[in-house]
């Protein structure tokens, strides 16, 4: 079992920067894969980033590559999605989520997730 909590969300200027943490405990967090997912209103949850369980690979969106990252730090159990150059595009609330199979821009792929943090980005 592994229990995730997003945090870092907020309000920004477009142009700004924002950085989400997903903070994870339970059972060791290298073995996990992990995505980012975001879900605005009255759209369905979409893809934004995942990283593989060694942190080697990473996959984007096309709607955010070159302006997101997604770093990992195994020994601190955390994720990190950094943000930059937002959009008001990218408002929405934001999900982590944990694999033990491997990362998927699906969210079929993932078992466990986060409650969720609200990025709103202001023109």
């Known amino acids: 079992q592994v229990q995730l909590v997003e945090s870092g969300g907020g309000l920004v200027q477009a142009g700004g920067s924002l950085r989400l943490s997903c903070a994870a405990s339970g059972r060791a967090f290298s073995r996990y894969a992990v995505g980012w997912f975001r879900q605005a209103p009255g759209k369905e949850r979409e893809f934004v980033a995942a990283i593989s369980k060694s942190g080697v690979f990473t996959y984007y969106a096309d709607s955010v590559k070159g302006r997101f990252t997604i770093p990992r730090d195994n020994a601190k159990n955390t994720v990190y999605l950094q943000m930059n150059s937002l959009k008001p595009e990218d408002t929405a609330v934001y999900y982590c989520?944990?694999?033990?199979?491997?990362?998927?821009?699906?969210?079929?792929?993932?078992?466990?997730w986060g409650q969720g943090t609200q990025v709103t980005v202001s023109s």
């Open positions: 989520a944990a694999s033990g199979l491997g990362s998927s821009t699906s969210a079929d792929a993932y078992d466990y």
